[in-house]
């Protein structure tokens, strides 16, 4: 029988489970932006890298040890710490509200619950990613193994072919609504990725407009090309690097929120 208070031991042995997907199938597109749009989006310290580079995922897990299969798209650009190279996650959308909670809760990603297809015929494959109705992203991909740039495997390997970090941010808004409880911190978080397939070739991508979800801010200047892969995949324990200075971070912080203009008189916008 369940119950609402749960045994420590089962709770240790629960917290250090590895949190493992199978067989995961992915489609990430990777594309060069204007370098004036990452230095705008990336709160302090975060400073943009050497190329404005920018990937974008959507992914099918058919099966985890935390949750039920879900579907998952996410946005990044690559970014900069104090000399170290990572990307920073400017939104992550799931169907699950399970992979919602462990992704916003614990390890800090700007989750969303969003609807994802994600199909495989043949050499073509395609994903879209569908919030408000509105289609925020869709990438086809023909994986024949040539690129859109003819650089495309080469940059990508030259800067995503290391053990990047993710950087997020933690913090939770203060119960009056304004500012924060906490100072917002900055962590980072590796995978460990044992891939079975790995498959490439040119792509296309379309992103249409969004308050809520802007990806299309992130424009495409240089399309470099798609890659598919199957893998089994460890996200591994993340690490706390740095507080943030809240007034700093205040205009960076509703990558997790919907922004909703209010009607005249209904109150200030981002009201939660």
């Not at 710490?81 to 909670?101: I, K, N, P, Q």
């Not at 990603?109 to 925020?136: C, Y």
């Not at 917002?184 to 070739?201: I, Y």
Request: charged share 25%; net charge negative.
């Amino acid at each position: 029988m369940g119950s609402f208070v749960k045994d420590p031991k089962a709770i240790r042995k629960f917290q250090e489970r590895r949190k493992t997907f199978y067989a995961a199938e992915v489609l990430t597109v990777y594309w060069e932006t204007r370098r004036e749009i990452v230095e705008r989006i990336l709160p302090v310290p975060l400073k943009a890298a050497q190329r404005p580079l920018v990937h974008a995922f959507v992914a099918h897990y058919p099966r985890t040890s935390f949750s039920l299969p879900y579907r998952e798209a996410a946005l990044f650009v690559l970014a900069d710490y104090r000399g170290e190279l990572g990307t920073y996650c400017l939104s992550m959308l799931v169907d699950d509200d399970m992979a919602m909670g462990l992704g916003r809760e614990i390890c800090g990603f700007p989750k969303k619950i969003a609807s994802m297809e994600l199909s495989k015929n043949g050499n073509l494959v395609e994903g879209t990613v569908r919030r408000h109705g509105i289609d925020i992203f869709r990438v086809q991909a023909n994986l024949d193994g040539k690129m859109n740039a003819t650089d495309g495997q080469r940059m990508i390997e030259d800067y995503y072919g290391q053990d990047l970090a993710v950087f997020n941010i933690k913090y939770t808004q203060a119960i009056d609504g304004s500012g924060f409880d906490l100072k917002p911190m900055l962590v980072k978080q590796h995978t460990a990725v044992d891939v079975r397939t790995r498959r490439t070739g040119a792509a296309e991508v379309s992103m249409a407009d969004s308050p809520h979800d802007p990806w299309a801010e992130l424009e495409v200047v240089n399309l470099l090309g798609g890659v598919y892969t199957v893998s089994d995949t460890v996200l591994l324990k993340g690490t706390m690097l740095e507080q943030l200075k809240p007034e700093e971070f205040l205009p960076y912080s509703y990558l997790r929120w919907d922004w909703w203009e209010p009607a005249p008189g209904e109150g200030g916008p981002g009201t939660l």
